[in-house]
Every structure is written in structure tokens, then in C-alpha cells.
């Protein structure tokens, strides 16, 4: 079973979020059984189109996704998945 991992900018808002474990062959699939179960989490990770927002990064097995539009990007039964919410400003 994949497990997904998350920073602590996400966990700031979602305390209870730890490493989950997921199914799916797909990165879009395992999110979105992760957003049933955290309802409102995809409005910090995904834009209205449901595109990975600007500056958020996942990566699988340590390589950034490559679709952050589908998010079609394949996933192992033993992958980790990092979400990052990467924090901007000056």
C-alpha cells in the first residue's frame, strides 16, 4: 500500500493528517480518496480546475509528478508520496 506524506505547512490546517496509507494506480486517484476522508484538503492542494495549484509540488518515489494537470502519474503499491505546499513571499 502507498503512503502519503505531508509538510507541515498542510498540517497546520489538517493537525490530524499523518502518513496515510492509499490505494490507486494514480496519483489523481489516491487524492481523491484522501479528500473524502478530509474534506476541504483539495482547496490547498488543487486549483479550481483541478490542477495542482502554483506552488505546490508531490512527489512520488522521490521524482516530482509530471502531469499536475490530470495528475495521471502512475503510483506503486509501495511508493511514497510527498505533498508540499511550498510557502512564497518577501
Given at each position: 500500500m502507498a503512503t502519503v506524506k505531508f509538510t507541515h505547512a498542510l498540517k497546520r490546517f489538517f493537525p490530524e493528517l499523518n502518513d496515510i496509507p492509499?490505494?490507486?494506480n494514480s496519483f489523481a486517484e489516491i487524492f481523491k480518496e484522501i479528500d473524502a476522508s478530509y474534506p476541504g484538503l483539495s482547496s490547498y492542494v488543487l486549483d479550481e480546475?483541478?490542477?495542482l495549484r502554483r506552488h505546490v509540488n508531490v512527489f512520488i518515489d522521490g521524482k516530482m509528478i509530471n502531469d499536475r494537470n490530470k495528475l495521471s502519474d502512475p503510483i506503486s503499491s509501495n511508493s511514497e508520496i510527498y505533498i508540499i505546499?511550498?510557502?512564497?513571499?518577501?
Open positions: 492509499a490505494n490507486g480546475s483541478g490542477s505546499q511550498a510557502l512564497s513571499g518577501g
